[in-house]
């Protein structure tokens, strides 16, 4: 089993940026790939980004050019830099790992709830 556990979520107003964290526990040296994913009350959760042991990466269209997905290997920590950000990103962010490159993913972190005043 793996633990995630999600931190760096908050309030911030329109334009301002947060960095969420998402530390690995357990069986970690299984994981291929890590991410973020997020969800409004009401609907269904969504891919922001996802980032593989080999760093490939991959951003949902809204969040390109604004957030930045990276990971540490060693400390099995995944980040998530996100600048300009809008009313429209507030939700509850996910962290998620997986054993394969693609596909589902197989362990979920409890979220963080990231709030964007305008």
Same mark, same amino acid.
């Given at each position: 089993?793996?633990?995630?556990?999600?931190?760096?979520?908050?309030?911030?107003?329109? !334009? *301002? &940026?947060?960095?969420? +964290?998402?530390?690995?526990? *357990? %069986? +970690?040296? #299984?994981? %291929?790939?890590?991410?973020?994913?997020? /969800?409004?009350? *009401? @609907?269904?959760?969504?891919?922001? =980004?996802? $980032? #593989? &042991?080999?760093?490939? $990466?991959?951003?949902?269209?809204?969040? @390109?050019?604004?957030? #930045?997905?990276?990971?540490?290997?060693? /400390?099995?920590?995944?980040?998530? /830099?996100? %600048? +300009?950000?809008?009313?429209?990103?507030? =939700?509850?962010?996910?962290? =998620?790992? =997986?054993?394969?490159?693609? *596909?589902?993913?197989?362990?979920?972190?409890? !979220? #963080?709830?990231?709030?964007?005043?305008?």
């Amino acid at each position: 089993q793996v633990q995630l556990v999600e931190s760096g979520g908050g309030l911030v107003q329109a !334009g *301002g &940026s947060l960095r969420l +964290s998402c530390a690995a526990s *357990g %069986n +970690s040296f #299984t994981i %291929n790939r890590m991410g973020w994913y997020r /969800q409004v009350p *009401g @609907k269904q959760r969504d891919l922001v =980004a996802t $980032i #593989t &042991s080999g760093r490939f $990466i991959l951003y949902a269209d809204s969040v @390109k050019g604004r957030f #930045t997905i990276s990971r540490d290997n060693a /400390q099995n920590t995944v980040y998530l /830099q996100m %600048n +300009s950000l809008t009313p429209e990103d507030t =939700a509850v962010y996910y962290c =998620a790992a =997986a054993q394969r490159a693609v *596909g589902y993913m197989d362990y979920w972190g409890k !979220g #963080t709830l990231v709030t964007v005043s305008s």
